[in-house]
């Protein structure tokens, strides 16, 4: 199983982007790939900070940039493309990885009969150590978020029981990292603002939307309460 790390990004938010790889490479395993996606990439400061990545020659590291401002959901539409991993794991620009998230994600997938994985961010310096058990995750099942949400098997209905998802079970889920399935991303497309027709709430209803659907259609969905994206 390989694993591909996802960072779709604007000029704007690129400061982060040396650590994060440097967090990742140096973790207790390291991801297969990690492509950086970014857009509307307009200034010389933008292009030198790139730059200075692309010279480092990490074995692992893509970058494809551009001058157009594209939307987040053609960004990560073009996750599809840019990556080659068995699992696509998406990172938001503006946090940091756990120095476990990529040895915790591939467990998970391996353990479980999943295909979307979600997990939790912290707002402080809390990294998983060699400490951590992996069997004493706290983990919600696909059945069990399958009958919360749609307990009428109502797709449509989802948004009655849910407003933000993992809410209901007290986790504030890091929906821009999720992790999902290749064959999640081949079948259902990340939308555009004005496509979302689930979600009632501010501007996650793209994330919102894929993880209802791929829930409803596969059944195959976890949630674990690990923190495994630090906010600083």
Request: aromatic content about 12%.
């Given at each position: 199983m390989t694993i591909s790390v996802y960072i779709p990004?604007?000029?704007?938010?690129?400061?982060?982007?040396?650590?994060?790889?440097?967090?990742?490479?140096?973790?207790?395993?390291?991801?297969?790939?990690i492509v950086i996606s970014a857009f509307a990439v307009e200034t010389e400061e933008h292009l030198s900070y790139l730059r200075n990545i692309h010279n480092k020659k990490y074995d692992n590291v893509s970058i494809y940039a551009g001058k157009s401002l594209g939307t987040l959901a053609?960004?990560?539409?073009?996750?599809?493309?840019?990556?080659?991993?068995?699992?696509?794991?998406?990172?938001?620009?503006?946090?940091?990885?756990?120095?476990?998230?990529?040895?915790i994600v591939k467990q998970c997938f391996e353990t479980y009969d999943i295909?979307?994985?979600?997990?939790?961010?912290?707002?402080?310096?809390?990294?998983?150590?060699?400490?951590?058990?992996?069997?004493?995750?706290n983990i919600i099942k696909s059945d069990e978020l399958y009958k919360r949400y749609f307990p009428f098997n109502n797709l449509k209905d989802s948004w009655r029981y849910s407003r933000t998802y993992g809410q209901e079970f007290s986790m504030q889920v890091d929906m821009p990292?999720?992790?999902?399935?290749?064959?999640?991303v081949k079948n259902l497309k990340w939308k555009e603002r004005y496509e979302c027709q689930l979600y009632r709430g501010n501007d996650e209803g793209m994330y919102y939307e894929l993880s209802m659907e791929s829930l409803s259609i596969y059944k195959k969905s976890l949630i674990t309460g690990s923190p495994l994206t630090i906010v600083k």
């Amino acid at each position: 199983m390989t694993i591909s790390v996802y960072i779709p990004t604007d000029g704007n938010r690129l400061s982060k982007l040396d650590e994060i790889i440097s967090i990742y490479n140096n973790g207790s395993v390291k991801p297969d790939e990690i492509v950086i996606s970014a857009f509307a990439v307009e200034t010389e400061e933008h292009l030198s900070y790139l730059r200075n990545i692309h010279n480092k020659k990490y074995d692992n590291v893509s970058i494809y940039a551009g001058k157009s401002l594209g939307t987040l959901a053609e960004n990560q539409n073009n996750s599809l493309k840019f990556t080659t991993g068995d699992i696509i794991a998406y990172h938001d620009p503006e946090k940091y990885p756990c120095i476990k998230r990529i040895e915790i994600v591939k467990q998970c997938f391996e353990t479980y009969d999943i295909n979307t994985l979600h997990h939790t961010s912290h707002n402080r310096d809390l990294f998983l150590d060699n400490s951590f058990s992996f069997e004493h995750m706290n983990i919600i099942k696909s059945d069990e978020l399958y009958k919360r949400y749609f307990p009428f098997n109502n797709l449509k209905d989802s948004w009655r029981y849910s407003r933000t998802y993992g809410q209901e079970f007290s986790m504030q889920v890091d929906m821009p990292s999720m992790c999902v399935s290749r064959d999640v991303v081949k079948n259902l497309k990340w939308k555009e603002r004005y496509e979302c027709q689930l979600y009632r709430g501010n501007d996650e209803g793209m994330y919102y939307e894929l993880s209802m659907e791929s829930l409803s259609i596969y059944k195959k969905s976890l949630i674990t309460g690990s923190p495994l994206t630090i906010v600083k």
